[in-house]
């Protein structure tokens, strides 16, 4: 997605606002102050402008709050929000790992379009209230409410990644059990949404429906290519399920000495060469692992006086899966606790560890090889 700036935190959520949101503002702020040029011609230019900014201000926290809504209910049933990003085509939020449940989807999903729908329906009510009032804030209202309520009515149309095509996933998945069938079934229905857009929005322009309607085409573009990354990585997870932990385990497991310094560069070559996790210990015994954010966190000035030893891990606390589970549920763990390496046990012995890193090469050679 590029560049985001972070602008804050809302009930511990980080919220960013990537750089290509900047055009939507620019480009809401010229088309309210535009139409204010026609529906109040003898407002001065800086009062059109001025109250397009700040209309367009507003439709940012419209959305913001239909992002919150979703990211609030997701923290309550259990699963981890990295963040809040809103972008050119509205906000995303990012959610550590998908629902397990199809229950728990259906609520993630629903409540956004349906807190964007009460928001302009009050909205409306408020605009009805002041509209002999005050003619600017009666022009804001009316925008901002029409804003809402079509940000609901839109994001609820069946196809994923919107919110209308998670609640067909969570309903198709309800009704089959499997999780895969409906994810297959609500991101092809994604990309013929999309396709249909884009369609709809170039023949729109080619009829003479101004050109704006192009903008119905990029949103359908985007739409489709969203739902195939979806597609493709739940078929990746879904590959993975018949591999077990075994065969991604890291094959030599090297033993770095309990007395090396943590600044030493074998130990950030062990490192590099691990995907960011190496084994303390000697004398065919392993005491702990090192890993790169454990590293992270001592300070440059005790690197030198800190041991290997010291600055480990302990075995016995270090998160761990069974050989033979299967490499999606390693991912899942992984995801849940926000770890990047697991260790792998045999009937309770050590046999290896199994890094994200590893995972993903062997994603990509999955890729490769699958037709
Ligand atoms: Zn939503």
Redesign the pocket.
């Known amino acids: 997605m590029g560049a985001s700036i972070r602008v804050g935190k809302i009930f511990g959520i980080p919220i960013q606002i990537n750089y290509s949101w900047i055009f939507i503002f620019l480009l809401f702020t010229y088309v309210l102050a535009d139409s204010f040029s026609h529906s109040d011609p003898d407002w001065p230019a800086a009062q059109r402008w001025g109250v397009g900014a700040l209309t367009a201000v507003l439709f940012f926290l419209s959305v913001l709050a239909?992002?919150l809504t979703?990211s609030v209910v997701a923290i309550r049933k259990g699963i981890p929000v990295r963040g809040i990003t809103l972008f050119i085509f509205?906000?995303v939020?990012q959610l550590a790992h998908e629902a397990r449940r199809p229950f728990t989807e259906f609520l993630i999903?629903v409540v956004?379009?349906l807190a964007?729908v009460i928001l302009g329906a009050v909205l409306f009510g408020v605009w009805y209230l002041v509209d002999d009032v005050n003619a600017t804030l009666s022009a804001v209202l009316f925008f901002l409410a029409t804003i809402n309520i079509s940000l609901g009515v839109f994001?609820m149309l069946p196809g994923f990644p919107?919110?209308g095509g998670r609640v067909m996933r969570a309903a198709v998945w309800g009704l089959t059990g499997s999780y895969w069938r409906a994810t297959q079934v609500a991101t092809r229905s994604g990309q013929v949404i999309g396709g249909l857009m884009v369609i709809g929005g170039v023949l729109l322009v080619v009829f003479g429906a101004g050109f704006q309607s192009i903008w119905l085409a990029f949103i359908g573009a985007f739409l489709f290519s969203a739902a195939t990354a979806s597609y493709r990585q739940e078929r990746d997870r879904e590959r993975l399920k018949s591999y077990s932990v075994a065969d991604a385990v890291a094959p030599d497991l090297r033993v770095l000495p309990r007395d090396t310094p943590l600044d030493s560069t074998i130990v950030s070559e062990e490192l590099a060469r691990g995907g960011g996790l190496v084994a303390v210990g000697g004398e065919g015994r392993i005491d702990g692992v090192l890993t790169r954010r454990a590293l992270e966190r001592v300070s440059n000035r005790d690197l030198p006086v800190t041991s290997s030893s010291q600055g480990m891990i302990p075995l016995d606390s270090f998160p761990s899966v069974n050989h033979d589970a299967s490499i999606a549920d390693a991912l899942e763990q992984m995801e849940d606790d926000g770890l990047d390496q697991l260790a792998v046990r045999q009937h309770g012995v050590l046999v290896g560890f199994i890094s994200h890193d590893a995972i993903i090469r062997l994603v990509r050679a999955l890729r490769k090889t699958a037709t």
């Open positions: 239909h992002e979703h509205g906000g939020s999903a956004g379009p964007s994001n919107l919110d």
